[in-house]
């Protein structure tokens, strides 16, 4: 026998290399096999219910790292829930409907008019169901657990029929109606948008000052006056109907040297615009306040048919243009709100698909609106005084990346300003992570105007609404209620496949059609009605869900997309919000804070990092990032995470290695435990309070520290780098090991069930090599819970001040190794001059302090130092070698080192731990070495 096998060096088949691209799809199998969701939802089966509703993400394409994010923080919370005592089950969900699928379809050469609605319709459906299987696997290759049999999708007939009563509610309350004020329009999508479709880009844009001739001045401006007038859209002076002055705003009329017109302009700006007009010298006229201006009517510039109205609005500012800003009420919203007030024509001059009608006169139909320029500065004339280029911001569709334009056409609308008030108290009665998402979305619902929630396009949604023969729109609660029920048994496809007459009630009559004739709404519902819709079509209609929810989690840009549209049809319909709290993260970038885009080529699929790194590292990241902002991501990033993943790993496996021969039923009493147990005990409950407090705060960030900090500093650096003097050196069986096994086993158990909702996989990993735990899988075991040792707080503040002491003496040691006075600090004899409380706290902590220091001698002096010892905050230290020969088998120095007769070089403690231990091999002697 070799002396080196009288020593517990740890043993494990838990290896150290991870391999997780190959090993996680095994546990994966492995779980679907054995219904894990299922009985996990089982085991808690009467609990309190907590109930996460899942943000349905697009189904198209394979999902990216911001999906990761997000479903991965849903999996960590669900899970973290379901151990500790809530029946938390997880539905996810998907988006389906909407022009994206159109245009994948119309880059696969699909064409939308030339064929069959309805089986266009089919051609739609069967995609988006095939985007739902590929985006399935991607969310379960994360690890991911939920229903994934059972997913709400919102194409579904169910979900549908759901939304249509959702949607007759509000209708049935007076808050759906039909109006033709302008919208966002996207002429690259030939449709309507909604707010949560824009975004914003800067572009270059050419603005005109131009003058428009008083027509009639009503005694106050003489015919002679022109009004200088601004705008940024050249081409909606083609619809402008008024003029809009600030009633408050100082107005002057200059005349220019050698002009023969009279200008009226902002006081505010006259010398700013004669440089840009090139009035050299000119002559103040007279000052008229805004508000004396009213009803004054001006020529159009070109159209001799059209007066423009000279109209008060509060939205005109002097900060830039002329103080008069041209007023088509169908291309603003501002226009149309003043416009409305002073019964000005709402007069489209622009189509669908941004080209310019036969409204717009000969000279400019069939032009693109953003080309017109040309032809607007020659139908100008001398009128144009000016033009310039400026750089502004614009609203952009999202999803073609091409400007919108506002334009007024018959839409329906979802009322807000009926029920806002409502709205915002039910945002102050809900939960905020992070608090600033209440002010964020209270703002957005304080000043968005009406959601228009019509479509012009075929994939969605159609809008349950029929006309009769006179126009009066008909969408009461039976005719909702009677297609809701038509849309549960067949899919909304039935819709666009029967006569309006088949899908109204038998029997039904309406006054305004004497003839018995319907139509039926072609426009299909905005997909955020759809998605908005969905605490009606799963939470509160799942057995086993509850609505409201308890959380909504999704991206920053929800506030004005799903988190919107949730909250204005819950609050509609029952008065309250879909939700009890809401969690926000934000964007995801790359490692160089960059948005990322294809053409950059910096995206990073998850499938990919699965491949390369595994999953958990995904889902180790996940928790490492502040998400509260946006967080970046590379691969290099990915690789310093899974140095962190490799040092928990070796953590762990450390201590299954060194409980390998351990049972529960040796765990010693706490009462028991040597005191450096204790304290670790103690750390390691403050550490179990940390994250059990983090998981209900949804601080994962909090969790990821407290976890690498703990292996870190509490474990690796001080208590299992001594621990091996102990676990490895003495005897199997001895109550000092017993002692230590006992806080190994217990932190082992523990920290992987509080690992397992981030790192579920590596968890399970584990937990197959604890078997004397009697869970089948980790996921079904119960988060540890924090035990009240508050009578031992004085262990800790004892400890602390230990650890304190412990720094200075490190610092001591590394001045000796510097200088060669020792190697290792087994090496050590270390000679501590300190105070006497110093002296008394080390005495009082009643523990082998020189092991703790990992030095083979220590000596505590009451002596003065001497003048070459090295001060550390008050406290002398002096280092010198020990004295002895070092022991074959602890590998302390020690005086007690002699040559045994069974050829052992030790010293006495090891040998008596030998001679007890291994009596046939002292008798027999040990190998020698060659």
Not at 228 to 237: A, D, G, H, R, S
Not at 374 to 402: C, M, Q
Not at 600 to 625: C, F, H, M, T
Request: aromatic fraction near 12%.
């Amino acid at each position: 026998m070799k002396l080196k096998e009288t020593l517990n060096l740890g043993q494990t088949a838990f290896p150290m290399r991870a391999g997780l691209p190959n090993k996680e799809p095994e546990w994966q199998k492995a779980w679907d096999e054995a219904e894990l969701y299922k009985k996990r939802q089982e085991l808690n089966a009467g609990k309190p219910g907590f109930h996460l509703h899942d943000g349905p993400p697009y189904a198209n394409g394979n999902i990216h790292v911001g999906h990761a994010l997000n479903k991965i923080s849903k999996d960590i919370i669900v899970r973290s829930k379901s151990m500790m005592g809530y029946q938390a089950p997880f539905v996810p969900g998907w988006d389906t409907h909407g022009l994206p699928i159109e245009q994948v379809l119309a880059k696969q050469g699909v064409k939308r008019k030339e064929i069959d609605l309805a089986t266009y319709l089919e051609m739609c459906r069967d995609y988006a169901l095939s985007q739902v299987d590929k985006q399935r696997d991607d969310f379960k290759r994360l690890g991911v657990s939920a229903d994934w049999e059972n997913p709400y999708i919102t194409l579904t007939p169910d979900f549908e029929a759901a939304q249509i009563r959702v949607f007759g509610a509000m209708a049935d309350k007076g808050f759906i109606y039909r109006g033709a004020k302008p919208v966002y329009w996207s002429w690259s999508s030939e449709s309507a948008l909604a707010e949560a479709e824009i975004e914003y880009h800067d572009i270059d844009s050419t603005s005109l000052y131009y003058a428009n001739k008083v027509k009639d001045g009503k005694g106050v401006l003489d015919t002679d006056t022109y009004i200088v007038v601004w705008t940024t859209t050249p081409f909606t002076i083609t619809a402008s109907r008024g003029l809009t002055v600030g009633p408050d705003v100082p107005y002057v009329v200059v005349k220019p040297s050698g002009s023969d017109r009279k200008y009226l302009i902002a006081e505010a700006l006259v010398d700013s615009l004669a440089a840009k007009f090139g009035w050299e010298t000119f002559e103040l006229v007279a000052t008229y306040k805004g508000s004396e201006l009213e009803y004054i009517v001006t020529e159009h510039p070109w159209d001799e048919a059209v007066d423009e109205l000279v109209i008060l609005g509060e939205h005109v500012t002097t900060d830039s243009g002329t103080g008069v800003i041209h007023t088509a009420p169908s291309f603003g919203e501002d226009d149309y709100n003043v416009g409305m007030k002073y019964d000005l024509e709402v007069y489209v001059t622009v189509n669908e698909r941004g080209l310019m009608n036969e409204l717009a006169g000969p000279d400019f139909e069939g032009q693109f609106y953003d080309k017109v320029l040309p032809t607007v500065t020659e139908k100008l004339g001398d009128l144009l005084l000016a033009s310039e280029v400026i750089n502004h911001s614009y609203p952009f569709d999202w999803r073609t990346k091409k400007p919108i334009i506002w334009r007024a056409v018959p839409q329906w609308f979802a009322s807000v300003s009926k029920f806002r008030q409502e709205i915002l108290d039910e945002i102050e009665a809900t939960n905020f992570y992070p608090t600033w998402g209440k002010t964020r979305l209270y703002n957005m619902i304080r000043d968005r105007g009406d959601w228009v929630i019509s479509r012009q396009r075929a994939w969605g949604v159609p809008l349950p609404i029929f006309y009769a023969e006179d126009g009066t729109a008909i969408m009461t609660k039976e005719v909702t209620d009677h297609v809701a029920a038509l849309f549960e048994e067949h899919g909304s496809i039935i819709w666009w496949k029967s006569e309006a007459k088949d899908l109204l009630p038998a029997g039904f009559t309406h006054p305004g059609s004497p003839n018995g004739l319907f139509e039926k709404e072609t426009d299909i519902m905005d997909v955020w009605f759809d998605s908005g819709s969905s605490w009606n079509g799963v939470m509160n209609a799942r057995e086993g869900l509850s609505y409201p929810a308890d959380l909504y989690l999704e991206g920053s840009d929800q506030y004005r997309g799903w988190f919107n549209s949730s909250l204005i049809t819950s609050v509609a319909v029952n008065g309250h919000a879909p939700y009890k709290s809401v969690l926000s993260q934000g964007f995801v970038l790359d490692g160089k804070g960059e948005k990322m885009s294809k053409s950059k080529g910096n995206i990073i699929s998850p499938n990919d990092v699965a491949k390369q790194y595994g999953a958990e590292i995904l889902r180790l990241w996940v928790a490492s990032v502040d998400t509260d902002n946006d967080v970046r991501v590379s691969m290099d990033i990915l690789g310093q995470v899974s140095e962190t993943y490799r040092k928990i790993r070796n953590t762990m496996r450390f201590l299954i290695a060194n409980t390998s021969d351990f049972a529960p039923s040796d765990a010693v009493a706490f009462e028991d435990l040597r005191p450096v147990d204790k304290y670790m005990t103690l750390k390691f409950n403050q550490l179990v309070a940390q994250i059990t407090d983090a998981y209900e705060k949804y601080d994962f960030m909090a969790i990821y520290k407290s976890v690498v900090n703990f292996i870190t500093i509490d474990l690796s650096a001080f208590y299992l780098d001594f621990a091996k003097d102990v676990v490895y050196i003495e005897a199997a069986e001895s109550p000092v090991r017993r002692q230590m096994q006992t806080v190994f086993y217990e932190i082992l158990v523990k920290l992987t069930k509080l690992l397992t909702p981030i790192l579920p996989h590596t968890a399970e990993e584990i937990w197959s090599y604890l078997e004397h735990e009697t869970e089948e899988f980790v996921q079904l075991s119960e988060m540890p819970e924090v035990v009240d040792y508050a009578s031992y707080d004085t262990i800790l503040t004892d400890w602390e001040n230990f650890m304190t002491f412990r720094t200075q003496a490190q610092k001591a040691l590394e001045e000796a190794r510097n200088a060669k006075v020792i190697g290792k600090s087994l090496e050590a004899h270390l000679t501590v001059y300190a105070p006497e409380p110093v002296r008394v706290m080390l005495a009082t902590l009643g523990s082998d302090i020189a092991q703790l220091l990992i030095v083979s001698q220590l000596t505590i002096s009451e002596e003065t130092a001497p003048s070459d010892a090295v001060v550390v905050d008050e406290i002398a230290f002096t280092v010198e070698r020990a004295t002895g020969e070092v022991c074959e088998r602890c590998r302390r120095i020690d005086e007690t080192v002699a040559e045994r007769p069974y050829h052992a070089t030790i010293c006495d403690h090891c040998a008596q731990i030998v001679e007890t231990a291994f009596p046939e091999a002292v008798a027999e002697g040990f190998e020698v070495k060659a």
